[in-house]
């Protein structure tokens, strides 16, 4: 079973292309105009053992936020296309992921219901020239289209950039175990026979 997911999005503010391999390396070749969200989705890859090749264009002279949510609504997409009927998936996956002195907790559940709990206060507007309200954008337009249930919660941290990485590093390693193929769950993991 090869689980991919390839997504090309136009609209009148971007053009976005992604190609997702949920088993692959943690390769990832990441192209946007926004260096720091390059960095973050790097982590994602490298953490997350999924290949990820993405390249972006977008209205940055106006500000990040369309490029942004639209990365993240396409990698929900292409996340969503490669887990097709979702069998033998762990489903379920969390984890404490430090970064120096921040700590975070994030926790998935693949329900085919998207739902984001976002509980991180970033103690500094920008990082660089990234406006830091933009991570929650990209979270709540990933969980949305990649239909699962994502809870972020923020334990320490005075840094912002610490935070952040966490924050990414973490999906990546929840993500991964929670997409996990286990031989002993037959058919998806649910009571109801669907996700």
Request: glycine letters at 10%; hydrophobic letters at 45%; proline letters at 3%.
């Amino acid at each position: 079973m090869v689980r991919k997911g390839e997504i090309h999005r136009k609209t009148g503010e971007t053009e976005i292309k992604v190609n997702m391999n949920l088993d692959g390396e943690g390769i990832g070749r990441i192209n946007t105009p926004i260096p720091f969200l390059n960095h973050m989705l790097e982590l994602f890859a490298k953490h997350s053992l999924f290949d990820l090749e993405l390249t972006a264009s977008g209205d940055v002279e106006v500000d990040f936020h369309h490029t942004v949510e639209d990365i993240g609504i396409c990698l929900g997409k292409a996340f969503n296309k490669a887990l097709g009927d979702k069998k033998g998936i762990k489903r379920f996956c969390s984890a404490f992921i430090p970064m120096d002195e921040a700590l975070i907790l994030l926790a998935a559940d693949i329900s085919g219901r998207p739902f984001l709990k976002y509980d991180v206060n970033i103690p500094a507007e920008r990082v660089g020239n990234f406006d830091t309200e933009l991570v929650e954008e990209f979270f709540r337009a990933f969980v949305n289209s990649g239909n699962f249930t994502l809870h972020v919660r923020l334990i320490e941290g005075k840094n912002a950039h610490h935070i952040i990485e966490a924050v990414f590093k973490a999906l990546g390693r929840v993500l991964s175990g929670a997409v996990e193929l286990d031989s002993r769950i037959k058919g998806v993991p649910s009571t109801k026979g669907i996700l």
